[in-house]
């Protein structure tokens, strides 16, 4: 295939994938729960059912320094629309906020609302935050001083729940960063919902953790550690295993061609050829000028691996999103399957700009996820990971001080073994993945026991049962959800079962 008929179809590829990568950042991972169908559910107003209201909460749950101490204001959202009230017992589902706005994710995760009126249950958001990254290196050198304060370590720290009162304070320096950590984040979740259950006399309903993606680790998690205070969680697109190397580094990407692939088998070998056009052409006299102005870079490239990762992050995010109604992968297949041989849209490309991912993605103390890919694995080119590097561009951005700890997840919260692990310590957890995500392939995809199970779909993809039941439902999303529902109502009729009746 000649080297201008693959730039035409790169082209396509970027028309098509404005809105999608534009909105990309979150994997991380929102990891996240974002995609061009949910656009305009982040953007949406919530109904005036859900209430927002602040937390005093406690900056450090676990030293007793002076500044720890400290409160700030996080953020909750109530929905008591469908609530039987703390008489009744009536279940409150708790949403264990990830790194997206709390109102944002209120609008999306509609499917809380249908438990809530199904089983006459309140609704709680907790506001929290986290950044967590597949690529170490995306555009680091394209990154003015104050997006480098953006690529922050991890959790709390997001929408209004920011401490010291400033994002200027919290983001300075380590020291300030250096509270932001899964754990600190479910005692913030333990603090809050203990005391507001305490507040509205509902201290026998029963809380049940719901979160995607990186919301769904940490509610998992969150049963895993505090089981006193949730009785059950369901974790939608959590890959709680890609530590360490309990999954292929290869995995995420591995899943990412075997979308592209079984879609076109000529897309695919378009893009895997893709990679050396590119650094065939930034190696000429002017290439790089010559690129930039191709792809209608907001800045000159420095490198054709700007433009590479790029492409990547464009990918990577059509698959992992590619949930009907939206089709991304096809889309992008489609284009260019369908590009006749000497079309030119250079004319048309005047009017895009290259989109710019937000660099708010990187994690540089806990959640080490080990991606890389070997040569020829992948419809990618070869990028190992690499422990020494991830680490040297963490301290470049943050300092000495600041040094990823890759085995500390599985330390906290274990993940080798897993099937035995949980099997005698867990109970009550929902693991649910559509097999067309990339990220599922570090879930837990076989049941563990009779209480700890996985709920998959062969078709569906990122955090999809989260979100709205429609009409247009496919058969096999409505049949997760069902499934879910009924767990959820097991779960419930136990814990009444059990519970003591004055």
Not at 86 to 103: L, R
Not at 132 to 156: A, G, N, P, V
Not at 208 to 213: E, L, W
Request: with cysteine; aromatic share 12%; glycine share 6%.
């Amino acid at each position: 295939m000649g080297q201008h008929l693959i730039f035409q179809l790169l082209l396509f590829l970027l028309l098509l994938m404005t809105v999608c990568v534009s909105a990309m950042y979150p994997r991380t991972a929102r990891l996240g729960m974002v995609s061009k169908s949910m656009k305009s559910a982040l953007n949406a107003e919530l109904s005036s059912d859900f209430v927002t209201y602040y937390y005093n909460q406690t900056l450090d749950h676990f030293n007793y320094r002076p500044e720890s101490y400290t409160n700030f204001q996080q953020r909750y959202l109530i929905n008591s629309a469908y609530w039987g009230g703390a008489n009744s017992s009536s279940p409150i589902f708790v949403y264990t906020g990830d790194e997206a706005s709390i109102t944002g994710v209120a609008t999306f995760a509609g499917f809380m609302v249908d438990l809530a009126s199904r089983f006459k249950g309140l609704l709680l958001y907790i506001e929290a935050s986290t950044y967590s990254s597949k690529q170490m290196t995306f555009i680091i050198e394209s990154m003015d001083d104050d997006d480098r304060y953006y690529l922050i370590l991890q959790h709390r720290y997001y929408g209004d729940s920011v401490p010291f009162r400033s994002k200027d304070i919290a983001f300075n320096n380590t020291s300030t960063l250096g509270y932001f950590s899964s754990t600190q984040a479910l005692a913030d979740y333990a603090e809050l919902i203990t005391n507001l259950k305490k507040n509205l006399s509902a201290e026998n309903c029963p809380v049940i953790a719901i979160g995607g993606s990186y919301g769904g680790m940490l509610a998992s998690w969150f049963r895993l550690k505090y089981p006193h205070v949730v009785i059950g969680a369901l974790a939608s697109s959590a890959p709680i295993l890609y530590f360490d190397d309990i999954t292929p580094h290869n995995g995420y990407d591995s899943i990412v061609t075997k979308d592209f692939r079984e879609t076109s088998e000529t897309c695919y070998t378009t893009i895997k050829q893709s990679w050396s056009e590119i650094d065939e052409v930034a190696g000429q006299p002017n290439g790089l000028a010559n690129l930039s102005q191709i792809f209608k870079t907001c800045e000159p490239l420095n490198s054709s691996q700007q433009l590479k990762l790029y492409l990547e992050y464009t990918y990577e995010a059509s698959a992992q999103y590619d949930n009907p109604p939206a089709h991304y992968v096809s889309d992008i297949c489609n284009a260019i399957d369908g590009a006749p041989e000497g079309t030119s849209i250079l004319a048309e490309l005047q009017k895009v700009s290259m989109p710019v991912l937000d660099p708010r993605v990187i994690t540089c103390t806990e959640m080490v996820m080990p991606f890389g890919r070997g040569e020829n694995d992948t419809m990618f080119q070869a990028s190992p990971f690499d422990l020494n590097n991830y680490t040297k561009t963490c301290q470049d951005i943050f300092g000495a001080s600041v040094t990823p700890r890759p085995h500390w997840i599985t330390t906290e919260f274990g993940g080798h073994d897993i099937k035995s692990v949980l099997g005698n310590f867990a109970s009550n957890i929902i693991f649910s993945n559509g097999l067309r995500d990339p990220y599922s392939i570090g879930g837990v995809l076989q049941d563990i026991s009779e209480s700890v199970v996985a709920v998959y779909t062969l078709k569906g993809a990122h955090c999809l049962d989260l979100g709205t039941p429609m009409p247009s439902d496919p058969d096999w999303l409505v049949a997760q959800r069902d499934k879910e529902i009924k767990i959820v109502a097991l779960w419930l009729a136990e814990y009444n079962a059990k519970r003591p009746t004055s």
